[in-house]
């Protein structure tokens, strides 16, 4: 999800999208700033029947996104893996997906 | 002592859909026979598996939400494994997190409801916004004198 934009003759007036910028003196990386989907929408409730909500956060062979790569906080990563391992008890979601 | 429970457990799909639906309501009269209370019956039709269960790749999705103690539970859950129709069931004890998502929606009612209150009295005497942008300004403006 982070993106690496950085290629040093193009330093100038790019339009980065992100509202957060680490510039360091050959390379600059312009990286947005993750924020957790669950505190952003407000939802309190991570369901295990809630398939469609959970597979954004399940990789493509069906193991659960890190929260560094997701930006998902602490809590509801927690309550969320939860609900991931609960759906894969009843068959809604893969424990192993195949490609 | 009695708690919320959601029971989802998935029926064969080769299951004709009479039959199903017996099924189903035999299990409610078993269960409200036991002294607990059928809250919801919610059949979600055929759906397919996330992964192979006993050859099948769908199945039959029905949700239960009750309200029992534990032995109600574990006899409900002996049922279950006794029957053909079923192929696999999850028990979840919800009552812990309705309580905490009514308390959590409570206090963002509260914090929404306060929010609205203080908006038309921050726009009439200019509560918090009003005062403090003159007030940086008239320190702002002795500074500049100074400098140059």
């Known amino acids: 999800m982070a993106e690496f934009k950085g290629k040093p003759g193009s330093a100038g007036q790019r339009p980065t999208g992100g509202d957060k910028a680490v510039a360091t003196q050959k390379k600059q990386y312009f990286r947005r700033k993750k924020v957790c989907r669950f505190c952003v929408e407000k939802i309190d409730d991570i369901n295990y029947k809630d398939v469609k909500t959970l597979h954004s956060f399940v990789a493509e062979r069906g193991k659960i996104v890190p929260r560094r790569i997701s930006g998902v906080c602490a809590p509801h990563q927690r309550r969320l893996t939860d609900a991931i391992k609960k759906a894969r008890n009843i068959a809604l979601l893969p424990f192993a997906a195949q490609l | ?148």
Do not use: H
Request: hydrophobic residues 40%; charged residues 35%.
């Open chain 2, 1 to 148: 002592m009695t708690r919320i429970y959601e029971e989802l457990f998935i029926v064969k799909p080769d299951a004709p859909d009479e039959e199903v639906d017996q099924y189903v309501e035999q299990l409610r009269g078993q269960l409200t026979s036991l002294g607990a209370t059928v809250d919801k019956v919610d059949k979600w039709g055929k759906r397919k598996l996330a992964y192979k269960v006993d050859k099948y790749r769908e199945g039959t999705y029905v949700l239960f939400q009750f309200t029992a103690g534990a032995e109600i539970v574990k006899e409900l859950e002996r049922r279950l494994r006794v029957s053909d129709l079923v192929l696999k069931f999850l028990t979840v004890r919800i009552d812990q997190t309705l309580k905490r998502l009514e308390k959590r929606k409570k206090a963002r009612d509260k914090r929404a409801a306060r929010r609205a209150v203080n908006a038309p009295a921050a726009a009439a005497p200019g509560a918090p916004a009003g005062p403090a942008a003159p007030a940086e300004a008239s320190v702002g403006m002795p500074g500049m004198p100074k400098e140059s």
